[in-house]
């Protein structure tokens, strides 16, 4: 099993541009090729600046340089960003292709990332993570069908994939998650598992002891250290999971994403939903 096709969404913000390195580099430590998905949207600051002219009355040539402006910039960040695709395909000798979507973008990534094996984005959550409300990142997790890897929108990133942590908790999305990250432990330089509440898991729900998570991941010729959490609250799991991992040193966190898709709305669990509106680490996630 292998990662043949990386799929990273890009933009025309700045940190698009660390989603192309980032996964240019795990692009590499994989094999993969690497798929540029130029998404040309306008961000919510040029909507709002746009509707704030509008509103007040401003004259059509003026609406019309605007959006000339926006037009100019979303197509200088696609000429920079493909060429810097180039240079770094050319850098790594990778196989590398780019691709460009007018807007409305977003609706056609799904149908992307279904023929790829990992897609990467950047994560999008509402700031006020209300439960009602659901993000592109959301809808990628649970309507895809493929593993999403969620970069923070913040912090500096140098590297992906070379040491990996596991967030365990014995459940069938903590299971769903492990299998799709498989390829990437298995070509990672370490790898640490964090167990939550193992012995709990085992008294009380049947669980198999974290030393066979252990073995399993030995079998893959995966070599893995224990970090092991106990009688966390729950609102304090995700920032646990992330200061471990990075205390650790990983550069990724794994971790199943929980939730219930009903009639098209998200419900997600509170972990998930903490992670997502609090990520420091890049998170992969599958549901």
């Given amino acids: 099993m292998a990662l043949k096709d990386l799929l990273v969404c890009l933009d025309a913000s700045e940190r ?18 690497i798929t540029a998905l130029y998404l040309r949207e306008w961000s919510p600051a040029q909507l709002a600046r746009r509707q704030t002219a509008e509103l007040a009355g401003r004259p059509l040539p003026d ?10 910039s979303i197509d200088r960040a696609e000429r920079e960003q493909s060429g810097e695709l180039e240079e770094l395909a050319r850098r790594y000798h990778l196989q590398a292709e780019w691709h460009s979507v007018a807007a ?3 609706n056609r990534v ?9 897609s990467i984005l950047d994560v999008d959550m509402p700031a006020d993570g209300a439960a009602a409300a659901y993000g592109f990142s959301e809808q990628m997790l649970f309507t895809s069908g493929r593993p999403t890897l969620l970069i923070p929108a913040a912090g500096s990133l140098e590297r992906l994939g070379a040491h990996v942590a ?12 492990l299998n799709d990250a498989l390829p990437l432990l298995e070509r990672s330089d370490r790898a640490t598992v964090i167990a939550l509440d193992p012995d709990a898991l085992v008294t009380r729900h049947g669980a198999l002891p974290v030393s066979q ?43 199943g994403a ?30």
Avoid: F, K
């Fill in 213 to 255: 998570l252990l073995e399993h991941l030995r079998r893959h010729g995966i070599t893995a250290q224990l970090i092991e959490l106990a009688d966390l609250p729950g609102d304090a799991i995700a920032d646990a999971l992330q200061s471990q991992a990075a205390a650790a040193g990983a550069d990724m966190l794994v971790a």
């Fill in 16 to 33: 698009s541009r660390v989603r192309l390195r980032l996964a240019a580099d795990l692009a590499q430590r994989n094999g993969s090729c």
């Fill in 63 to 72: 609406i019309e340089a605007l959006n000339a402006a926006v037009e100019e």
């Fill in 258 to 287: 929980h939730g219930h898709t009903w009639l098209h709305d998200v419900v997600l669990g509170s972990v998930t939903r903490d992670l997502l509106s609090r990520l420091r680490l890049p998170v992969l996630m599958s549901h």
């Fill in 166 to 177: 596991v967030a365990w908790n014995s459940s069938r999305a903590a299971a769903r998650a």
């Fill in 110 to 118: 799904t149908q992307h990332a279904r023929y790829a094996d990992l």
């Fill in 104 to 106: 409305p973008a977003r």
